[in-house]
């Protein structure tokens, strides 16, 4: 009798998961990229308010855009970490420093991924740009700016989302770690396919896929491996300069 009690109030003083589990890690995605969208629409409709034509100067709309969705987004993810008050942001996300070894290894394989896309497409005799990076590059009032953009402000939001919340929510779940950087890098790899098919070109579009696919694994692996998703947000900002150097060409 009283060792059924002392275990029910081992189970009573058992310490509240930060974690949602499956479904909750998946509505809750769903919800940071609820809000995502709509702080996007409200950056770029200031935009379209002053004048400015959604084609127009560089994509100032996804400037705007990205930087209030940006916001938008992480203050709810960060408001759902918080909630559970039993983990801080930092160690929700893993925001720790890298290995630098690590760090390079990374940053190989990713260029490795990108030079044998880029080689296939020429093999093939295909423009391997992405168009509206090339557009935005080549009308935009200060290119510096959209560098800084598509370097900085969306690598930052792309990896907490992918590889911070809805990764680490997934791992800590039934799915385990497999699991969840099997649907994560799904996930991620469905989200950015749109970019790929704005060329029309199948052989380019799926090029485009395979290598999303095969650096959201990447990213995947490396959050899960080294617990950085700093480490994460390097290897995405790098990713997205050689993009930028390659439509500049």
């Given amino acids: 009798m009283f060792e059924d009690d002392d275990d029910d109030e081992v189970a009573v003083k058992k310490p509240p998961t930060p ?3 499956i479904i909750g890690t998946l509505a809750f995605t769903f919800g940071i990229f609820l809000a995502f969208g709509v702080t996007w629409e409200i950056g770029a409709s200031f935009v379209t ?8 100067f560089g994509g100032l709309h996804f400037m705007a855009g990205y930087t209030t969705g940006m916001i938008g987004g992480l203050a709810f993810m960060v408001m759902l970490i918080r909630i559970r008050r039993t983990v801080s942001v930092a160690d929700y996300l893993d925001l720790r420093r890298p290995p630098i070894g690590a760090t390079l290894l990374c940053l190989v394989i990713m260029g490795a991924v990108v030079a044998l896309v880029q080689a296939a497409g020429a093999a093939m005799d295909l423009d391997m740009v992405y168009a509206p990076v090339r557009d935005n590059l080549a009308t935009a009032l200060i290119p510096l700016l959209y560098v800084l953009v598509t370097a900085l402000v969306v690598p ?12 680490k929510g997934l791992a800590e779940s039934r799915l385990g770690m497999h699991g969840a950087a099997a649907i994560s890098t799904l996930v991620w790899t469905v989200m950015q ?7 029309r ?10 290598e999303f696919l095969l650096v959201g694994a ?16 390097i290897v995405c900002s790098a990713w997205n300069l050689i993009t930028l150097f390659i439509a500049s060409r």
Avoid: M
């Fill in 19 to 21: 974690y949602w589990g």
């Fill in 49 to 56: 308010e002053a004048g400015f034509h959604r084609d127009d």
């Fill in 156 to 167: 930052v939001f792309d990896t907490a989302f992918f590889q911070g919340f809805l990764l």
């Fill in 193 to 199: 396919i749109p970019s790929a098919t704005i060329t």
């Fill in 201 to 210: 070109n199948f052989d380019v579009a799926s090029l485009q896929t395979i």
């Fill in 218 to 233: 990447l990213l995947a692996y490396a959050r899960l491996r080294w617990k950085s998703l700093i480490l994460c947000g």
